[in-house]
Each structure stands twice: as C-alpha cells, then as structure tokens.
C-alpha cells in the first residue's frame, strides 16, 4: 500500500487549502481513510475520517465547520478541504488508511509521508 499526500503550503490566517491523497496498491473503497495531524512538539491527532463508500464521515471537533473530507473512489484519492484556517492548524499532516473507521492513530495501518501546511497570521 501507498499513500501519497499533496497540497500543503503556507496560507495566511482565514485561508484555505485542500490536501489531497492518492492511494495505490490497495482496493481503494474498501478502506476509510483518515487525516491526522502533527504539530512540533505534540502528538499525532486526529482530524477527519471518511468510510469506503464516502456515506459516513467523522470529524475533530476543533475543525468541524471549517474542514471537509471527501473522496474519489475512481481516482483513488481522499481530499481534505480545509477552509477559515487558523495558526493553531499549523501543522505536518498524514493519510492514512484501513478497513475500519476510527478516530485513534493506532488504528490505522497504512499511512502517507505528510504534507506541511503553515499558517502565518
């Protein structure tokens, strides 16, 4: 399995970004995918989460209302819609994929490389 996150960048305060992850070697609608997110000095928290079918989603609530998770099971890409952005997201974020969905990093078994997203105020 490969998870291959895009999109970050550096975005002033009440901006936006959409991330994007592009998945290969897997059957890629039999998987939720997740982001996550990790800012220096903290631990890996959970930011969205997406079934295989796209039906059901689960999001932080520190970015309900301002984050949208999708997906294109014909492209094989998960995508992380990102707007109203504040410093505090600031920070590298991850994919990751497996069978089930959940809100833990220890859940999941696959996960990309991150991308860095800063936001400057």
């Known amino acids: 399995v490969q998870l291959q996150a895009s999109g970050g960048g550096l975005v002033q305060a009440g901006g936006s970004l959409r991330l994007s992850c592009a998945a290969s070697?897997?059957?890629?609608?039999?998987?939720?995918m997740a982001w996550f997110r990790q800012a220096p000095g903290k631990e890996r928290e959970f930011v969205a989460a997406?079934?295989?079918?796209?039906?059901?989603?689960n999001l932080a609530d520190s970015v309900k209302g301002r984050f949208t998770i999708s997906r294109d099971n014909a492209k094989n890409t998960v995508y992380l819609q990102m707007n109203s952005l504040k410093p505090e997201d600031t920070a590298v974020y991850y994919c990751?994929?497996?069978?089930?969905?959940?809100?833990?990093?220890?859940?999941?078994?696959?996960w990309g490389q991150g991308t860095l997203v800063t936001v400057s105020s």
């Open positions: 070697r897997l059957t890629f609608s039999r998987y939720c």
């Open positions: 997406i079934s295989g079918g796209g039906s059901r989603t």
């Open positions: 990751a994929a497996d069978i089930f969905l959940s809100t833990s990093t220890r859940a999941y078994a696959y």
